[in-house]
């Protein structure tokens, strides 16, 4: 198999799982953690291998979440193009950090789409109603994202063995 044929499933593999993860069900009461999968994948990849990545993938996924969730179309994918396009520019910079301060920038650029997002549901008039609740999964993805960098970077290393 070629090198570019590998990258496209290896990249897109992980990133249906992300999705998959993304939509699982879960109870009323853990709604609210839901890390961001799918954007961490996104976040990994683009600053792994920012050539095979970019803004017409995360434009895609995102619009895939936005029917499977059932939101305002492009409201998602605006927001993943939005860091994917972050990540994509400062990746050499970012990857130099250690993974506790990579974890605060995927929080912080968690926390600029969560505010986009509240921006949509200011003007559409579905404001949530528990501010702090609304802000838990950039919280939850920044404590689980030195997990999420190990096991892709694990991918990575397996199916892409030249890249790592």
């Keep these: 198999m070629n090198s570019a044929l590998r990258h496209f499933w290896t990249i897109n593999l992980t990133l249906m799982v992300a999705l998959m993860l993304t939509l699982f069900p879960l109870p009323n009461w853990a709604e609210p953690f839901r890390p961001e999968w799918l954007t961490l994948a996104i976040i990994y990849w683009c600053m792994s291998l920012p050539k095979a990545i ?6 895609t996924f995102g619009v895939l979440l936005d029917i499977a969730m059932g939101t305002l179309l492009g409201q998602h994918a605006l927001g993943i193009c939005i860091i994917a396009y972050i990540f994509l520019k400062n990746h050499q910079r970012i990857r130099l950090y250690p993974i506790v301060q990579q974890g605060f920038i995927v929080m912080i650029a968690l926390l600029i789409k969560q505010i986009l997002f509240l921006w949509i ?3 559409t008039k579905r404001a949530p109603e528990n501010l702090w609740l609304y802000f838990m999964p950039s919280i939850i993805s920044m404590l689980l994202w030195p997990w999420v960098y190990a096991v892709m970077r694990d991918i990575q290393g ?3 063995p030249a890249h790592r």
Excluded: V
């Design 158 to 160: 397996r199916f892409l």
């Design 54 to 59: 970019g803004l017409r993938t995360s434009f």
């Design 121 to 123: 549901y200011g003007i």
